[in-house]
């Protein structure tokens, strides 16, 4: 009798949180609604989504964040309440790089949330002309993979185009075993994109040796077409097993267990300092002897860390490259703004991507 009787006063405890939350994440809207208004007075401010806003909040949870609820969950929930409140103030259009069902579709709802209208797009490029063009607000596409390394149309596309990266998003990556089947022995073929097969290289060899593997467009189109066949299965994401109403015959198949996709946000807009960012760019050496050492100088001198670089071909003239690269901090903060400065006195050629808040858990 005394456990039901406690059992009884948690839940009422429960309920009594519960009215308390309604009544908060109420608040919250209604102060958003009052946020719009006073945009729609004021055109020069009327820029309805934040990133560095956004990230500050989230980091905050994240700090204060005592448990029993992991950081990731509960940034996971405060991102769904950011995202409806967002949605009161005006719906996004974010483009992504489809079909439906992809990793990118699930980095764009994990960046966003999910109180978005998301629109898929066959290519890279399609994506960025939806944004430049004003139909889409933001697009998200991939561009690196921590074991196939970069995305090389990306690359070239932020060469070209004069949008700006607005955020970042990395997305650990899990494919699971997907068919129409109920049980792995009968499978004869796997599909799944030409990455998804060999990130799972070593599973495969071990339960599935004699079924065929054929490359497919995205795995979220192998998870469509395992959807219209016997006895063949797919590699993707769980929300493309559930789009297609698969059967999930093996979880977590990869090789690797930290296998993580970085996605970048891309948009018109330049993002204000958030206090933890990364800045975006890309040069091209004049040539001369010790050229690009002369530029790395620029940011080991001012004491910046460069996270990352990659060269591509110009595709300007022959043997012509342009590097790529991710630094640590904002365009603004004193000693990137030096190190830019710096670097436009001895590369050909200088453009910022952008600077953006650090990718949030």
């Known amino acids: 009798m005394s456990n039901h009787k406690n059992l009884e006063q948690l839940r009422d405890d429960i309920d009594a949180l519960d009215k308390q939350l309604l009544e908060l994440i109420s608040q919250r809207a209604r102060c958003a609604q009052q946020v719009a208004e006073v945009k729609s007075f004021s055109p020069e401010s009327a820029v309805f989504y934040r990133p560095e806003r956004e990230a500050q909040v989230l980091r905050k949870v994240i700090e204060q964040n005592k448990g029993p609820l992991s950081e990731e969950e509960m940034a996971r929930l ?63 596409v991939p561009i690196e993979n921590s074991i196939e390394g970069v995305v090389n149309h990306t690359l070239d596309m932020l060469n070209d185009s004069k949008l ?11 494919h699971h075993l997907l068919s129409k089947d109920e049980a792995t022995e009968g499978i004869t073929r796997v599909y799944a994109h030409q990455q998804a097969l060999a990130q799972c290289r070593a599973w495969l060899d071990t339960h599935l040796i004699k079924a065929e593997r054929v490359s497919v467009a995205s795995n979220a189109e192998a998870a469509r077409m395992a959807g219209k066949e016997k006895h063949v299965a797919a590699i993707a994401s769980e929300s493309a097993g559930e789009l297609y109403e698969l059967n999930n015959l093996a979880n977590n198949i990869e090789d690797e267990p930290d296998n993580t996709t970085r996605f970048l946000v891309i948009g018109k807009i330049m993002c204000s300092a958030s206090g933890t960012d990364k800045t975006s760019l890309l040069f091209s050496a004049p040539n001369k002897p010790g050229a690009l050492h002369k530029m790395l100088s620029c940011f080991a001198d001012n004491d910046i860390s460069m996270t990352r670089i990659e060269s591509r071909p110009s595709r300007r003239e022959m043997w012509d490259y342009v590097f790529f690269a991710d630094i640590e901090g904002h365009a603004d903060d004193a000693p990137v703004k030096k190190a830019l400065s710096e670097l436009e006195g001895c590369a050909a050629m200088v453009k910022l991507l952008g600077s953006y808040p650090k990718a949030v858990l």
């Open 78 to 140: 405060f991102r769904e309440i950011m995202s409806a409140c967002l949605a009161l103030e005006k719906t996004l259009d974010i483009a992504y790089l489809g079909p439906e069902g992809t990793f990118t579709q699930s980095a764009a709802l994990k960046h966003f949330g999910h109180s978005v209208n998301t629109t898929a797009f066959g290519s890279i490029d399609q994506v960025f002309r939806e944004v430049e063009s004003g139909a889409s607000n933001y697009g998200v």
């Open 164 to 174: 700006r990266i607005c955020g970042e998003v990395e997305l650990r990556i899990h």
